[in-house]
């Protein structure tokens, strides 16, 4: 790469820990930290909520609202963590066309460890129900030459580690 890394995505389902890890690394980094639920509009999260998963019309306007964040605080001189399911390769290529130096981590994992963190969950919109959809939407990145993959069920702090080395791999 030849620009440093200046956006970091940390990706996958719900329930995959992309909150935590994006969490840490942004501590870590340092980093600001973004979270792509907080771009849903109040509609698409009562959509959810009530079972029902978004269409990728929906989903359109929420990633360019996200993009067009990310541009704004790059500009800036902010370096950003952004913890966003990029389940479609059309929205991870949304991001990719903003023009920013970004690189995706991919957190993988099986149906059943996410169902079982989806159900522990309090105060979130995303019910157990929406578990298949989501593996269901998921295009797998892992041939995307952006993309890194880090396994779910390992500890944070290892997934933490292995976030870091990645940084600071297309980062130097």
């Known amino acids: 790469m030849s620009e440093r890394v200046s956006v970091v995505v940390v990706m996958g389902v719900s329930g995959s820990g992309k909150t935590t890890l994006a969490r840490a690394l942004a501590d870590a ?5 973004l979270d792509a639920d907080d ?3 109040a509609a698409a999260k009562a959509r959810m909520a009530s079972g029902q998963p978004l ?3 929906m989903r359109a306007p929420w990633v360019r609202r996200i993009a067009a964040d990310l541009q704004r605080r790059v500009a800036g ?14 929205h991870r290529d949304r991001l990719r066309a903003s023009g920013l130096p970004l690189r995706f981590l991919f957190l993988q994992g099986d149906r059943a460890l996410v169902a079982a ?3 522990g969950r309090r105060d979130h919109y995303m019910p157990v129900a929406l578990v298949d959809s989501q593996f ?3 295009e797998d990145p892992c041939n995307e030459v952006d993309v890194s993959p880090i396994r779910m ?5 290892v997934q933490l580690s292995q976030a870091l080395a990645q940084v600071k791999q297309f980062s130097d």
Do not use: C, K, N, Q
């Not at 001189?77 to 059309?90: H, M, T």
């Open 29 to 33: 980094w340092p980093a600001t930290f």
């Open 39 to 41: 771009f849903h509009s």
């Open 55 to 57: 269409t990728d019309r």
């Open 77 to 90: 001189g902010e370096r950003v963590v952004l913890a966003f399911s990029g389940l479609r390769r059309r």
């Open 117 to 119: 963190r989806v159900l």
């Open 136 to 138: 269901a939407a998921l």
């Open 153 to 157: 069920e390992v500890a944070p702090a």
